[in-house]
C-alpha cells in the first residue's frame, strides 16, 4: 500500500514565515540535547529548541541512575559482557565499548558541573540493578537522578554564552533539500511558526512512550522527533523493540509512576496476590534479571492468578534504607496510603524506553548529511534487542557529547554567508467534517497496548496494522493548526513502523515476544530498517 505520509505537516511558505539562522540547531532539551550543546565548539551559536520546558524530558523523570565501571573491583569487560548478554547478537560490539570506556569521565564531568550524587563515607555510591554483574550505578536524591542531573546540566548550559534555548516551542519538520538536512520549521504560540537554517541539526528529542496506554513516559514523549526523521528521509531502524518496564505502579484512575529497578537492586521481591515470590520459578537471577524476562514473567503470573497485577515487597528490608533510598516513589505512593516500608506496592509493566530510533553510526551521523542523532530517538547499536539498565543516560551523555563535537567540526567549515532555501508546502482543502482527536488518540494507545505490547501475534499485529492504515488515510489528509494535532499525527506515523517493524520479525527476541513464534531464530540476526521514499 502506498505510503500515506506526508512530506510537512503544515502549508508553509519561504516569504509568509519568519526566518532564524543559526550554527547549531539541537532539538530537544533533555540530557542529550543539553550535552551536545554544550559540546559545541563556544566559536558557534547554539539554539536549543524543546517543545515545553526543559524540566519536562524523560532525562528528568529519570530515576535508577548512570551506569558506569567505578569500583576497583569492576572491570570495563564485565559492564561491556552484560550489556551484550541483555542486547543479545544485535548489539555493536564496537559501540558499546566504546560508551562503557567513556562513561567514567562522562560521569566525572557531571560532578565537575555541579551533579550532587549520592554518597557513602565520602565516596561514590553505587547501586546495582537487573542484568549487571556488579554495583556502577551513580545515583542522586535516592530515587530522583534524572532531576539532579538535568539541574546540574540545566544550569550549565544556561552560563554558556553561545546557547539560547527556545522553550514551549514545538518542532514541526525538518527542512531537507537534496538529502541535507539545513535547519527545521518550528512553532510556539506566540510567535507562530519560524523557519530555521542551522548548519548542522542534532536530534535528541526522546521517546514515543505515550503511543501506549500503559507507560512511563511523560506527555512529552509522542515521537516527535522519529516522525519528523522518517518524513525527511531518514532511515529508522529496530522499531520493533520497545522496552516495557517490569515496575510500574498500578492504581486504578490514577497516573502511572515508575517504580526504579533500585528497588529490586536493593533485595525487593516480586509476589503474587498469595504473596508467592514468583521470580525464581522464571529466572535463576529472579527480580534482578533483565527487563524483558521480568515483564514477561509479571504477565504470565498475572494471567495465573486472574490479577491485573503483581506487588513489589520491601517490607523485608530495614525500614530506615527504604525511606532514605527511596524518598520520592515513598511519598507518591503514600498519596494512596501506601507504606513502601511495610505495604506491598501494585505494579505491573508499561512501555518505558523505544530501543530503536533514527540509525547513526558511532558519532550520531544519521543517513541524511546535516543531521545528527543522540539519546532515545536514535539507533546506535548499544542496545541491541533488550536495553541494560541505568545505560539510556549514559548513552545520552556519550552520544550527545559526540554529536556536538562531530557537527561543530562540519559547521566550522561552512561560511556564514550560508543562505535559506526557497522550500514551501501548499495548503490543502481544509475538510467539512471535525475529528475527535483524543478519541483517535486513546483508541490507538489501547490498541497498541493490546496488539503491539509485551505480547504479539500475526493476527493482532494485522488488525493493528488495518486500524492505523484507516485512521492515517484521513488524518495525514489534514493540515492542524495547534499541537494536538500535530502529535496524532506523529503517533500515527510512528506507531505504523513499529507495528511493520514487530510484524515483519517472525521470532522471539529481547523485548520482542512473538507467541507465533515463541523462539529465537538465527536467521533474524540483522536489523531491519525503514526509510519514507524522499520527495523534497
Request: net charge negative; proline share 5%.
Amino acid at each position: 500500500m502506498q505510503d500515506p505520509t506526508p512530506r510537512y505537516l503544515v502549508p508553509f511558505h519561504p516569504k509568509r514565515v519568519p526566518h532564524h539562522f543559526t550554527d547549531i540547531l539541537v532539538i530537544g532539551g533533555g540530557l542529550a540535547g543539553l550535552r551536545a550543546a554544550l559540546a559545541v565548539d563556544p566559536r558557534l551559536q547554539v539554539t536549543v529548541v524543546t517543545k515545553e520546558t526543559l524540566k519536562q524530558s524523560n532525562s528528568q523523570y529519570a530515576q535508577g541512575g548512570i551506569a558506569g565501571v567505578l569500583d576497583p573491583e569492576d572491570r570495563f569487560e564485565n559492564h561491556i559482557d552484560d550489556t551484550l548478554r541483555a542486547g543479545g547478537s544485535l548489539c555493536d560490539r564496537d559501540v558499546v565499548e566504546m560508551v562503557v570506556r567513556e562513561a567514567p569521565e562522562r560521569i566525572r564531568e557531571l560532578v565537575d558541573w555541579g551533579t550532587h550524587f549520592d554518597e557513602h563515607a565520602g565516596e561514590l555510591a553505587l547501586g546495582r540493578e537487573g542484568g549487571h554483574s556488579h554495583f556502577r550505578i551513580v545515583h542522586a536524591l535516592g530515587d530522583a537522578t534524572g532531576k539532579e542531573v538535568m539541574r546540574a546540566v540545566i544550569d550549565r548550559a544556561s552560563a554558556a554564552p553561545n546557547v539560547e534555548t527556545w522553550q514551549d516551542t514545538f518542532t514541526l519538520d525538518l527542512l531537507t533539500h537534496d538529502n541535507v538536512c539545513r535547519g527545521a520549521l518550528v512553532w510556539n504560540p506566540a510567535h507562530g511558526k519560524t523557519l530555521v537554517w542551522a548548519k548542522q541539526t542534532i536530534l535528541c528529542t526522546g521517546g514515543t512512550g505515550q503511543v501506549y496506554r500503559e507507560t512511563t513516559n511523560p506527555e512529552v514523549a509522542t515521537g516527535d522527533g522519529l516522525a519528523m526523521a522518517y518524513r525527511a528521509g531518514a532511515q529508522l531502524r529496530d522499531m520493533e523493540f520497545m522496552q516495557f518496564h517490569p515496575t510500574v505502579l498500578y492504581i486504578a484512575g490514577s497516573s502511572r509512576h515508575l517504580i526504579t529497578e533500585a528497588m529490586r537492586g536493593e533485595g525487593a521481591h516480586l509476589i503474587d496476590r498469595d504473596g508467592h515470590r514468583f521470580m525464581p520459578d522464571y529466572d535463576e537471577r529472579a527480580e534482578l534479571a533483565p527487563r524483558d524476562v521480568v515483564s514477561q514473567a509479571i504477565v504470565t503470573q498475572m494471567e495465573k492468578t486472574r490479577h491485573p497485577n503483581v506487588y513489589l515487597d520491601l517490607s523485608h528490608l530495614p525500614p530506615a534504607l527504604v525511606r532514605s533510598r527511596f524518598p520520592g516513589i515513598g511519598a507518591v505512593c503514600a498519596q494512596f496510603g501506601i507504606d513502601i516500608t511495610r505495604d506491598p506496592i501494585p505494579v505491573r509493566p508499561g512501555a518505558h524506553y523505544m530501543i530503536g530510533g533514527v540509525t547513526v553510526d558511532r558519532q550520531g551521523q544519521t543517513t541524511i548529511e546535516g543531521l545528527w542523532a543522540a539519546g532515545e530517538v536514535s539507533s546506535s547499536g548499544l542496545h541491541g534487542a533488550n536495553r541494560l539498565a541505568s545505560n539510556s543516560l549514559l548513552e545520552g551523555l556519550v552520544y550527545g557529547f559526540h554529536t556536538g563535537r562531530e557537527a561543530s567540526r562540519r559547521a566550522l567549515e561552512i561560511p556564514d554567508s550560508f543562505q535559506a532555501l526557497p522550500l514551501a508546502n501548499e495548503r490543502l482543502p481544509e475538510p467539512d467534517e471535525a475529528l475527535d482527536l483524543n478519541d483517535i488518540r486513546n483508541s490507538l494507545k489501547s490498541l497498541m497496548w493490546r496488539d503491539v505490547g509485551i505480547r504479539r501475534d500475526r493476527a493482532g499485529l494485522v488488525e493493528a496494522q488495518e486500524m492505523t492504515d484507516r485512521w492515517c488515510q484521513y488524518v495525514f489528509r489534514r493540515q492542524f493548526n495547534e499541537p494536538a494535532g500535530w502529535q496524532l499525527q506523529n503517533m500515527l506515523t510512528v506507531s505504523r513502523v513499529m507495528i511493520a517493524a514487530a510484524l515483519e520479525r517472525e521470532e522471539s527476541r529481547g523485548v520482542h515476544l512473538r507467541s507465533d513464534f515463541p523462539q529465537l531464530d538465527r536467521r533474524w540476526d540483522r536489523h531491519l530498517s525503514y526509510a519514507r521514499t524522499q520527495d523534497a
